[in-house]
């Protein structure tokens, strides 16, 4: 049976569509519609690819968003005080820090800086702290790794008991990931560049989430028959036969996968697009709770 190909833009756009309604139907109750602050730092062309993608996702879901673009150069003060304001401003009820920082920023300063309530990116240490407990709840989970479990429930994956392999260890993705699939009843191995034996670790996995950030670093033979492969990686390679000269591949190999596993996420078209989406979720949520708390 050919493995089944996990569309993220699909899923994306229906859920898309139900949190454009869900923002018109706050919008209407509020006065105002949902907002998002986003703070960016320095010129790295991805970062800020990202955030504009962010900013046009809010949109055309009926979500306010504003930005502090600041240079590189910024200082640790100067990227406070842009959190600080976005903290202060009613009508924003979800705050993104786009990571990485530059060096020179304390990044751990900045993630607690950023109010609790508006956490939606759920880096606060407080929300990954409240991730990692048993019996307790963030009152938001970070946006890839929970794209990563929407993508799980729509195949319907089983998670009760299963074995799964978080390839990567990152407190962006590979951590938060990790810890979701335990709630979820998994048992949760993690793998990384010290890990011995590394592809034997991955072939025990009936689910593996690809997050190393390597171009197809994940062969085929690394895999279970019948695993399910959630595809984290979006590695830009050089091919001369592109019109561009360069596409997107992930983590796996992914043609080396297709006659192995039972069902594998795009690259590109996966888990990204899910990502925004779930961050628009989250600015959604924080906006409902605010109001409610009034």
């Not at 335990?182 to 191995?189: F, I, R, S, W």
């Not at 595809?231 to 001369?240: E, L």
Request: some cysteine.
């Amino acid at each position: 049976m050919a493995a089944q190909i996990i569309d993220g833009t699909v899923i994306a756009e229906r859920l898309r569509a139900e949190i454009a309604q869900e923002a018109a139907r706050y919008a209407a109750q509020a006065g105002h519609p949902p907002g998002l602050g986003v703070v960016l730092v320095g010129d790295n062309p991805a970062s800020a690819s990202y955030v504009r993608m962010k900013r046009r996702a809010c949109e055309r879901a009926g979500l306010h968003s504003v930005g502090h673009l600041l240079p590189a150069t910024a200082t640790q003060a100067e990227v406070e005080a842009a959190v600080n304001d976005l903290n202060d401003t009613p009508a924003i009820h979800g705050i993104l820090v786009q990571l990485p920082l530059p060096d020179h920023i304390d990044e751990e300063t900045i993630l607690r800086l950023v109010s609790l309530d508006k956490d939606v990116d759920g880096f606060h240490p407080i929300n990954i702290g409240a991730l990692a407990m048993k019996g307790r709840d963030p009152l938001f989970t970070p946006a890839t790794p929970t794209g990563v479990m929407v993508m799980l429930r729509e195949i319907e994956a089983p998670l009760t008991g299963a074995n799964a392999v978080v390839v990567g260890r990152s407190n962006i993705v590979g951590l938060p990931v990790a810890l979701m699939l335990l709630k979820a009843n998994a048992t949760v191995t993690i793998v990384h560049s010290r890990t011995r034996d590394l592809a034997a670790v991955i072939r025990g996995g009936d689910i593996v989430i690809a997050a190393i950030g390597r171009p197809e670093f994940i062969r085929g033979a690394w895999l279970k028959p019948g695993a399910v492969v959630i595809d984290v990686g979006t590695n830009k390679i050089d091919d001369p036969a592109s019109e561009r000269g360069y596409r997107y591949v992930g983590d796996v190999a992914f043609e080396e996968a297709l006659p192995v596993v039972s069902a594998i996420s795009k690259v590109p078209g996966g888990v990204g697009p899910l990502t925004i989406t779930m961050l628009l979720d989250n600015t959604l949520k924080a906006a409902w709770r605010t109001l409610e708390s009034r």
